[in-house]
DNA sequence: AGGCTGACTTTGTGATCACAAATAACACAT
DNA sequence: ATGTGTTATTTGTGATCACAAAGTCAGCCT
């Protein structure tokens, strides 16, 4: 999820057993996991690798991240209080710091937490676990094509998102949302 | 997803092991991708049992639904032919037919049989496989209960759906597909 | 130099086992 | 009859093993 991994490196059950100081069994229940929630991908012959997308299947998952995101940042919007607010913007400070260091695995990271953090307050738990699943699918590739985000957009958007939060505005909140997320993986495709 | 289990019911590793002749590893493996897409819960001591869901949950899976599948239908809709109509129209018959024996699971089998006929021709993948994550979690509630549902009310919606995809009517179909979906779910709490 | 065949190594699969925790069953006392 | 303590059974966990398929690599031939 926040690109520790690269698209395409394969991983081994006897070698993430080992890296973990355990047995191929936990390692295989959960790559089996990972790859049913489409964290990982299995290749005919058994072998698990981190997923290599297609522009098409970006696409998509960014079309659904846009169907997801602004419905729970809507459903967040009344329950979001002053101290939320507060701490969706000390993050927003720390992914300042982490993109002046060019830190993708960090950016990846505080970003997420951005948006995590808001969407708990939705109370819609099935819901932000679909979209944690499509963070799972795309972490790979975002860090491969960190250097191609505009960061300096990311920041942009993540401060109208708040400002529609302060003002309780669920239309411009909706808007806010859709554009941070479909303007950072506008510039992953090619 | 079709409804073959009641919620709660509890399954054993050894259990579901004899049933299909095999080992308890490969069960594991399938248990637990099922319990990490919903499909099953997980006890704090370890069991696993078919989830029983709260009333809310019922709503934000619908609510999922209602977001998720007017989607997938859009983007179905120009690539809907007439022979896909045609096979549309052929699973609605046998809908009928099911609905007329009350054969709860055979109703669940051929409405997600239709919708998921409608959704192939999207061709995203990703969004259905989120969809149809969705209705393995609502699969033993909806067959608990299915005498809840009104039974009228389905083929009415699927026939506005195939209206809506014979005229090319996108925000016809939108709406017909978000009231197929709510209409039958707003029976199911309480 | 390039491609092919062979042997060797790595890897996932399914099975089985020992173990501990949790559940179920039971007997007994009140 | 009901609650309680103990025993027996069931159950998931993690480890290990044999096996077969896949992948890797060296050496040889053309």
Same mark, same amino acid.
């Given at each position: 999820?926040?690109?520790?991994?690269?698209?395409?490196?394969?991983?081994?059950?006897?070698?993430?057993?080992?890296?973990?100081?355990?047995?191929?069994?936990?390692?295989?229940?959960?790559?089996?996991?990972?790859?049913?929630? #489409?964290?990982?991908?299995?290749?005919?012959?058994?072998?698990?690798?981190?997923?290599?997308?297609?522009?098409?299947?970006?696409?998509?998952?960014?079309?659904?991240?846009?169907?997801?995101?602004?419905?729970?940042?809507?459903?967040?919007?009344?329950?979001?209080?002053?101290?939320?607010?507060?701490?969706?913007?000390?993050?927003? #400070?720390?992914?300042?710091?982490?993109?002046?260091?060019?830190?993708?695995?960090?950016? /990846?990271?505080?970003?997420?937490?951005?948006?995590?953090?808001?969407?708990?307050?939705?109370?819609?738990?099935?819901?932000?676990?679909?979209?944690?699943?499509?963070? /799972?699918?795309?972490?790979?590739?975002?860090?491969?094509?960190?250097?191609?985000?505009?960061?300096?957009?990311?920041?942009?958007?993540?401060?109208?998102?708040?400002?529609?939060?302060?003002?309780?505005?669920?239309?411009?909140?909706?808007?806010? /949302?859709?554009?941070?997320?479909?303007?950072?993986?506008?510039?992953?495709?090619?």
């Amino acid at each position: 999820m926040h690109g520790e991994l690269l698209p395409g490196q394969a991983l081994t059950l006897r070698g993430v057993g080992k890296e973990y100081d355990m047995s191929m069994t936990p390692v295989r229940e959960a790559m089996r996991r990972l790859v049913a929630e #489409g964290a990982l991908s299995l290749s005919s012959s058994g072998r698990i690798t981190t997923p290599e997308l297609s522009n098409e299947r970006i696409e998509e998952l960014a079309a659904i991240r846009a169907l997801l995101e602004p419905e729970l940042a809507s459903r967040a919007l009344p329950r979001a209080h002053m101290a939320l607010i507060e701490r969706l913007e000390a993050i927003n #400070g720390q992914i300042d710091q982490v993109i002046a260091r060019s830190d993708a695995v960090g950016y /990846l990271k505080h970003n997420l937490e951005f948006h995590r953090t808001l969407y708990l307050r939705a109370q819609a738990p099935a819901m932000l676990a679909l979209a944690e699943t499509v963070w /799972l699918q795309l972490g790979p590739t975002m860090r491969k094509l960190y250097g191609r985000l505009r960061r300096t957009e990311s920041p942009r958007n993540h401060r109208l998102i708040l400002a529609a939060l302060k003002a309780g505005d669920d239309p411009g909140l909706r808007i806010a /949302l859709r554009s941070d997320v479909t303007s950072g993986l506008r510039m992953l495709k090619q």
